[in-house]
């Protein structure tokens, strides 16, 4: 039982450039999320599915889109990355509402 | 907004001695008060957590209070180890149950020295 798995861990881009980061849990959960955690700001919600089939914006959801793929994996996706976006991004999983969250390892995030 | 003020930032303490965190919320609505602990590198991970129609919860160590009427829960570690150093954020859900969505604090850095 892996848990919250996160890929890649480190990533350096160029302005401009995109990616997609990629979250999978295997404890049949059905709701997901993507923080980024920034020095001094605690964990800010960037985007969350409740359920299997919908996405919600969070805090903080410029510049950004996910995809929740099925159950398992909910992926976020940086069109055109800017510096302001350099961070560690966190995904986490709950069974459902108000619920223990299970957060992945974390992806740090350069945008030079 | 609504938001989550977490105080102190930083705290150090020694070892044996206790440790408490403040947190203050503004959503009068929330009703579910999450503790994570973040190791150097790590996720976060719950320690502790409590629901609105509880005032206190203990787990060992670990006791987590809330005051509805103020606003308040805090986190109270007993008998610090140095295993207890470490990154904690509180956290209070968005009223209304939106998604399980939770607003957290700044995050306070706990060092205790042996």
């Known amino acids: 039982n892996a848990g919250v798995t996160q890929t890649p861990k480190f990533q350096v881009l160029k302005t401009g450039q995109s990616m997609t980061l990629q979250c999978a849990q295997d404890m049949n959960h059905n709701s997901m999320y993507w923080y980024r955690q920034d020095p001094g700001m605690g964990l800010r919600l960037i985007y969350y599915s409740a359920s299997e089939g919908t996405t919600d914006k969070g805090e903080v959801p410029n510049g950004y889109n996910v995809s929740r793929l099925n159950k398992r994996e909910f992926s976020l996706r940086l069109e055109s990355a800017a510096p302001s976006q350099t961070s560690v991004y966190f995904c986490?999983?709950?069974?459902?509402?108000?619920?223990?969250?299970?957060f992945g390892p974390g992806t740090r995030l350069l945008v030079l | 907004g609504e938001n989550v003020e977490q105080h102190p930032s930083t705290l150090s303490v020694q070892e044996g001695d206790s440790a408490v965190i403040k947190c203050t919320y503004s959503?009068?609505?929330?009703?579910?008060f999450p503790w994570y602990k973040q190791e150097l590198g790590k996720g976060p991970q719950l320690i502790i957590d409590i629901r609105s129609n509880v005032g206190e919860k203990k787990d060992q160590r670990i006791a987590v209070t809330l005051n509805k009427t103020a606003k308040h829960f805090s986190l109270h570690i007993t008998e610090t180890q140095p295993e207890d150093s470490a990154v904690y954020f509180c956290a209070a859900s968005r009223g209304n149950n939106q998604g399980g969505k939770l607003i957290f604090g700044q995050g306070t850095e706990l060092s205790v020295k042996p």
């Open positions: 986490a999983s709950t069974r459902r509402g108000l619920e223990t969250q299970y």
């Open positions: 959503d009068s609505a929330s009703n579910y």
